[in-house]
């Protein structure tokens, strides 16, 4: 069964850096665009970034300049670095992968199951 594991959410202090992991197992012919999300208490889950397969990326502007997207296709990994914290940053983050896992198959969405950033003041 296909299944996206985050780890390395916690709580860090205003300033401080995480290192978000994401690994897709399973049966993968391939895995095309990677991201996260996030969703904080009472609002609405946003992208935060994106990575396609060949590399590209893009963020979202709140996050610019401070987070960092990257991907090893070998291990379909994808990690987001998260640097200069803040409290407005605390979310529960997921990753997500578009994903086809026969060579006939359409690609579709996958979802990790989340995991907590708490950003203290």
């Known amino acids: 069964q296909l299944q996206l594991v985050e780890s390395g959410g916690g709580l860090v202090q205003a300033g401080g850096s995480l290192r978000l992991s994401c690994a897709a197992s399973g049966t993968i012919f391939r895995i095309n665009a990677m991201g996260w999300y996030r969703q904080a208490p009472g609002k609405q889950r946003e992208l935060v970034a994106g990575?396609?397969?060949?590399?590209?990326?893009n963020y979202a502007d709140s996050v610019k300049g401070r987070f960092t997207t990257s991907r090893d296709n070998a291990k379909n990994t994808v990690y987001l670095q998260m640097n200069s914290l803040k409290p407005e940053d605390t979310a529960v983050y997921y990753c997500n992968a578009e994903i086809k896992t026969r060579y006939w198959m359409r690609e579709y969405d996958y979802w990790g199951q989340g995991t907590q950033v708490t950003v203290s003041s």
């Open positions: 990575i396609t397969s060949g590399g590209t990326t």
